[in-house]
């Protein structure tokens, strides 16, 4: 019998991942293997392009977990600098562009796994395509980010970088700026910074950035980018002023890429995001499979789907991919919504349902937020910690956590996240048998002391 042929489209981590765990369980005598990868690279870590940026990490390849040379030598037909442009779901095959040659040609599939990823949300704006203007969703934006600052050279007076949007990625990219030695202003559209936290705890880290010398600028809407004569950013305008600018991030946040998949007819969800079952097999159809950023995951918290983009899930989706196109069996049920990140010294967790999040969905909750240190108050390097903790009414189950922080409070949220997965109430949260010892608690962990006080807030909210 022939070979089936599986072709990927998308070579970082859900494509690969699924490429190489299906090579795993079946050989090329059973399996021909066909990627395609419209960029430079492969397999590489996206969450460490800020730090790659700000010098944390010295070099580009210490990003990349595989080259494509390594996934050739699996016997996987890894194809760089080829971008997937059309896919016919009812005749099995895909038209490819070599960005190269410019040569398009299609190529049939028996199963195929859409690994596109996600792309940097870029308002529709005057300027948004000036040079000095960049995203950082991929291993060639983060390139092209430092070969811009490498053209500004040295300048008399303070070089100034605009950050646009104040998530995970634009907080991350103001420390790296920060770091190179700018001046860093932040535009943020919300209320406070982190929107991915309850405003109460995204006001801790706001006051934070403040003093690391991070100038947030919250309720400013970008209106336009100005430019030079030299066609480059010269500042950013907003509802709210205008800004000097030698550079400009886009921290905005990302979107799935689906488009082709959309075209094709291929069922999305309310994010924008491929819809699949528990083994990642898109909705409707038997040979095609979706994973990583481009789909929408189960929120197992709030019984929806939601569009997250990070390596791990992408990562997980492409082993139970490889496993069921391989012959094994897998499958991913969701998420909790676990995130973090950090500014400088400063460290940021999230998991669960925020306070808006609960009422979306229907739940009555309460909250309690407490301050505690990540050590022993005594034991030297003690650092304050904030942790804000959600229930349900009368249930007490547990909804989420917030953690704003030093020494070590972002891990933290591991705990949490497995309470919520494991879907306990706060009460039976406050016996865990946790590890103590004062260099790395105290007698009550925060996560503990936070419990406690949210099981007295859910007693005395009665019915």
């Known amino acids: 019998m022939a070979a089936e042929r599986l072709v990927v489209i998308g070579g970082d981590a859900a494509g690969m991942s699924a490429a190489s765990q299906a090579r795993r369980l079946k050989g090329p005598d059973a399996l021909e293997i066909v990627a395609f990868e419209r960029g430079h690279f492969t397999s590489y870590s996206a969450c460490g392009i800020p730090y790659w940026v700000g010098g944390d990490v010295e070099a580009r390849d210490d990003l990349i977990a595989r080259t494509p040379e390594e996934h050739r030598e699996r016997d996987i037909d890894l194809r760089m600098r080829t971008e997937v442009t059309e896919l016919d779901v009812a005749g099995q095959r895909v038209r490819a562009l070599d960005r190269e040659s410019g040569e398009t040609y299609w190529t049939g ?97 706001h006051d934070a950035m403040d003093g690391l010398g991070i100038t947030t600028v919250n309720g400013a809407a970008v209106t336009k980018i100005l430019t030079g004569p030299d066609g480059r950013v010269t500042e950013v305008a907003t509802d709210a002023g205008t ?39 898109v909705v409707g159809h038997d040979n095609i499979w979706a994973g990583g950023d481009c789909v929408e995951v189960l929120d197992l918290v709030a019984g929806r789907t939601r569009h997250i983009a990070l390596g791990t899930h992408a990562n997980k989706h492409g082993q139970v991919i490889g496993s069921n196109i391989g012959g094994g069996y897998g499958t991913f049920p969701g ?37 505690s240190t990540g050590r022993a108050g005594y034991y030297p390097g003690a650092k304050p910690m904030t942790v804000k903790m959600i229930a349900e009414l009368r249930t007490g189950r547990l909804l989420g956590v917030q953690i704003v922080g030093r020494d070590g409070a972002a891990k933290r949220v591991d705990v949490a996240a497995v309470a919520l997965t494991a879907g306990m109430t706060v009460e039976q949260m406050t016996a865990l048998d946790l590890g103590y010892a004062p260099p790395f608690s105290p007698v009550w962990d925060p996560v503990l002391v936070a419990a406690r006080k949210t099981v007295a807030a859910v007693r005395g909210a009665g019915n």
């Open 109 to 205: 599939f028996d199963k195929l796994v859409i690994a596109t990823g996600a792309r940097p949300v870029r308002p529709a704006l005057p300027g948004m395509d000036a040079a000095g203007v960049h995203g950082v969703q991929t291993l060639d934006d983060g390139q092209a980010l430092l070969d811009s600052l490498d053209a500004l050279g040295s300048q008399e007076r303070p070089r100034r970088a605009v950050v646009v949007g104040a998530g995970y990625i634009g907080v991350e990219m103001a420390e790296a700026m920060l770091k190179r030695g700018f001046e860093v202003t932040v535009l943020n559209r919300g209320a406070q910074p982190m929107a991915t936290l309850d405003a109460d705890m995204g006001r801790l880290v």
């Open 243 to 281: 800004y000097p600018a030698d550079v400009v991030v886009l921290g905005i946040g990302v979107e799935p890429e689906t488009g082709l998949a959309r075209d094709a007819g291929l069922p999305v969800g309310p994010h924008g995001g491929l819809l699949t079952d528990l083994a990642m097999r």
């Open 335 to 371: 998420v909790v919504g676990t995130a973090v990140s950090k500014v400088c010294d400063l460290e940021i967790a999230r998991t669960g349902l925020r306070e808006k999040d609960a009422r979306a969905v229907g739940l009555r909750y309460v909250t309690a937020t407490i301050e």
